[in-house]
């Protein structure tokens, strides 16, 4: 059985910081592609972050890009979100998400999904 579990969400002012984590369990974030996305209130879920395993490349959102770092440590089988500089616009619910099958910016294409946490950014 396959869990993702986040954590890490929480009220911040604009500029600050937060860390993200996704432990998984019943899958090897070493081996499979490993996506972090976020959907707001009255918005469609979109890509923010995600780890191919096919290419060992990340790859980031342009609206995220040089202020979110993502990151593995397979030891402990978690991902991480690091969100720097944040703004009042990363308010949303942030999710992790395993093993996509195609597209990496595509929620469609990702089997497993945690709960979410919800971060808040205020101005």
């Known amino acids: 059985q396959v869990q993702l579990v986040e954590s890490g969400g929480g009220l911040v002012q604009a500029g600050g910081s937060l860390r993200l984590s996704c432990a998984a369990s019943g899958v090897s974030v070493n081996s499979n592609s490993m996506g972090w996305f976020r959907q707001a209130p009255g918005k469609e879920r979109e890509f923010v972050a995600a780890?191919?395993?096919?290419?060992?490349?990340?790859y980031y959102a342009d609206s995220v890009k040089g202020r979110f770092t993502f990151s593995r440590d397979n030891a402990k089988n978690t991902v991480y979100l690091q969100m720097n500089s944040l703004k009042p616009d990363d308010t949303a619910v942030y999710y992790c998400?395993?093993?996509?099958?195609?597209?990496?910016?595509?929620?469609?294409?990702?089997?497993?999904w945690g709960q979410g946490t919800q971060v808040t950014v205020s101005s």
């Open positions: 998400a395993a093993v996509s099958s195609g597209i990496y910016y595509s929620p469609k294409t990702y089997r497993y």
């Open positions: 780890f191919t395993w096919s290419s060992g490349a990340t």
